[in-house]
T-cell receptor
């Protein structure tokens, strides 16, 4: 079964509104989670690293004020797309590594965001 | 900066064929390498994880090999089936907290 749960799976919002995406680790604690973005026909690109209890680390070119990340507990990270624009329409997906040596990454189901 | 390349970008084969997907990476200092499957509009399903100290991993009809020194990995799919049709992604983990660098993927179509 899924070990990382992501919601919602699809969301359509109006331009200028904000959208929150949740990522939960189901049976393990994740001090670190990762947020990726995937545009059509392209691969996944890391947006930011979410750290429990501290500020997120953003990749170059990703606006931290636009993509707000909160990692308030060891099992939940949220990504809020603020003042969404049509160019933010994309597939957003989170991952969490299972600790204990292998660092195997488990991914959520992804969120298809469409901004109209 | 790590770069991951997958060849071919797309592959179409008849059912029953054995096939090989290729992945190369520029920095051999990796912690592990994972192969994923992605169906259209869906998330990622982990297929195989190879640690840097390992040479290969097998799961059912799938076999993944790793040659860290040359920066290469292959995913071998035996007796392909239409249900194998998907995009296959390889990703390397350089150990800094499990952030992954992905290749562009190989889009596989297995025709009945």
């Amino acid at each position: 079964g899924a070990v990382v749960s992501q919601h919602p799976s699809r969301v359509i919002c109006k331009s200028g509104t904000s959208v929150k995406i949740e990522c939960r680790s189901l049976d393990f604690q994740a001090t670190t989670m990762f947020w990726y973005r995937q545009f059509p026909k392209q691969s996944l690109m890391l947006m930011a690293t979410s750290n429990e209890g501290s500020k997120a680390t953003y990749e170059q070119g990703v606006e931290k004020d636009k993509f707000l990340i909160n990692h308030a507990s060891l099992t939940l990270s949220t990504l809020t797309v603020t003042s969404a624009h049509p160019e933010d329409s994309s597939f957003y997906i989170c991952s969490a590594p299972r600790t204990g040596g292998s660092l195997e990454a488990f991914f959520g189901q992804g969120t298809r965001l469409t901004v109209v | 900066k790590q770069e991951v390349t997958q060849i071919p970008a797309a592959l179409s084969v008849p059912e029953g064929e054995n096939l090989v997907l290729n992945c190369s990476f520029t920095d051999s200092a990796i912690y592990n390498l994972q192969w994923f499957r992605q169906d259209p509009g869906k998330g990622l399903t982990s297929l195989l994880l190879i640690q840097s100290s390992q040479r290969e991993q097998t799961s059912g009809r799938l076999n993944a090999s790793l040659d860290k020194s040359s920066g290469r990995s292959t995913l071998y799919i035996a007796a392909s089936q239409p249900g194998d049709s998907a995009t296959y992604l390889c990703a390397v983990n350089e150990g800094s907290g499990s952030r992954l660098t992905f290749g562009e993927g190989t889009q596989l179509t297995v025709n009945p």
